[in-house]
């Protein structure tokens, strides 16, 4: 059997060369850094961390940890690696970047079935998968589009915040789109959107915050221009008080249903999944610091409560439209085994961006074994992930993060905000335990601690045995 050519050697591409090669295939992994440098990465080392050295949380009553909790069962290598870097940081996974990026190197480095060339590559190889990150290389990029449509990649986010909608006040807020016009399949015949509607008042301390907010600084690799459709709602209020009312809070065509009047100025959010738990602030991408967009954005009326599950931003990000352009396994549509992973497929964060390495290496080799390609279960962070991508409108697609909004709600809710969180992870395990085996994946149960409620050991103890 030929060797797999693994294109990218940050997390996602690290973990799935080392995915492919302990299931017995031989892997050149190609690295463009040491013959091409970019504006972000400071060494030549495999998984360099050029933002953050925290990879969130580990408890698994949090997003992010019930994520690296399933990744542990699937043998992450990234998180080994991550484990015996870190450094105090509290319930994160924060680690000394430079002793994980060195362990990741020497790990895959020594591995017998990997080969790293160091060149840029431009083509697309298959069988192979394709993990080159935010800044993918032009040459590249440009191979990516021509194969897929001009539609197909990104090269900047300009994302809005995500809340949850049993966080959202709907006393305050309501339901309608302008006109009574819009209505979506599936919503109610008062209309797609809820709106949060101000008083003049209301609206001019509003604009104050937005305008005073705290905001990141770009980095010079980071820097986009500002394009009219993209323009972070700060940037819309210093042009003018009223820049806003007349733009994305514009009140036209809506009537406040507490007074019959219309608003002096509205803020609108858009159903973002099926389910209608995760809702998009329409026109606030923004470059708010992730406090100052809990403090403002918490002054629209109805969301004084807001559970943010995205936060907003605006970067430079090369990413594909995943749910128009790629399988539900993320692979080229005319050639099931040409692979993406990381945050090319529009996933962000370097938890995500692993964990789709992790996946795309198992599901390249069953498919060279002659086994359908698999994704888990949407009732795991991993499989809900993967699901969003599958299935989120092509129209406003963009990058998305692990978060509690992407799982369907449990057959028994629960007010117990901790409690509900306990039982999405039993759920997700027991999800897990008993679709692992069916594709003959072995478990590796290896979980942070402090662990998991009782019976989600329970269940783990079960699956093992």
């Known amino acids: 059997m030929s060797a797999i050519h693994v ?7 690290s973990e799935a060369a080392w995915q492919l090669a302990e299931r017995g295939h031989d892997v050149v992994l190609h690295e463009m850094r040491g013959v091409r440098g970019t504006a972000a990465h400071k060494t030549d080392r495999l998984a360099e961390l050029v933002c953050s050295n925290t990879f969130k949380s580990t408890e698994v009553t949090n997003a992010h940890g019930l994520l690296k909790a399933e990744m542990r069962a699937l043998g992450s290598m990234v998180l080994a690696c991550a484990d015996s870097a870190r450094v105090p940081g509290g319930s994160a996974l924060t680690v000394d970047r430079d002793v994980f990026s060195a362990g990741v190197h020497e790990r895959v480095m020594a591995h017998p079935r990997i080969t790293v060339v160091r ?19 032009d040459a590249l990029a440009e191979t990516v589009r021509a194969r897929l449509g001009l539609d197909a990649l990104a090269f900047y986010d300009a994302i809005a915040p995500i809340i949850a909608v049993e966080s959202i006040d709907q006393s305050i807020a309501f339901r309608a789109s302008r006109w009574d016009k819009e209505t979506m399949e599936g919503a109610d015949a008062a209309g797609a959107y809820l709106n949060c509607p101000f008083t ?3 609206y001019e301390a509003f604009i104050d915050a937005l305008i005073a907010g705290d905001q990141f600084t770009a980095k010079e690799f980071d820097a ?7 323009m972070p709602a700060e940037e819309m209020a210093r042009r003018g008080r009223d820049t806003l009312r007349f733009g994305p809070m514009k009140p036209i065509g809506l009537r406040d249903p507490r007074t019959g009047k219309r608003p002096w100025a509205v803020v609108q959010l858009r159903q973002e999944d099926r389910g209608g738990r995760m809702w998009n602030l329409v026109g606030f991408q923004t470059r708010l610091r992730i406090p100052e967009q809990q403090r403002v954005f918490r002054m629209i009326p109805g969301l004084a409560d807001a559970e943010f599950l995205r936060f907003g931003s605006i970067h430079r990000n090369t990413y594909l439209n995943a749910p128009a352009a790629l399988t539900p396994h993320l692979s080229l549509r005319d050639d099931a085994q040409v692979l993406f992973a990381g945050q090319l497929t529009g996933v962000e964060g370097y938890t995500e961006s692993t964990a789709t390495g992790l996946l795309a290496g198992i ?8 086994h359908e390609p698999v994704t888990p279960p949407p009732a795991t ?5 993967y699901r969003y991508m599958r299935e989120a409108d092509p129209a406003h697609f963009q990058p998305m993060n692990a978060n509690f909004g992407l799982l369907d709600e449990l057959a028994n809710p629960t007010r117990d905000k901790q ?7 039993e759920r997700s395990f027991a999800a897990l335990a ?9 478990p590796a149960w290896k979980h942070d601690a402090p662990v998991m409620p009782a019976a989600v050991a329970s269940a783990h103890a079960g699956a093992t045995a």
């Open 7 to 13: 294109v990218g050697g940050g997390l996602a591409g």
């Open 119 to 137: 060149e840029e590559v431009s083509a697309l190889p298959s069988p192979g998968i394709i993990a080159t990150g935010p800044l993918t290389a």
């Open 200 to 202: 003049r008042d209301e």
């Open 224 to 230: 986009v221009p500002y394009f009219e459709g993209c």
């Open 363 to 370: 599901n390249l080799s069953r498919m060279l074994r002659g």
């Open 381 to 385: 962070m991993l499989g809900a992930l």
């Open 419 to 425: 409690k509900k969180r306990e039982l999405y992870a």
């Open 434 to 442: 008993e679709w692992m085996p069916a594709q003959d994946i072995e």
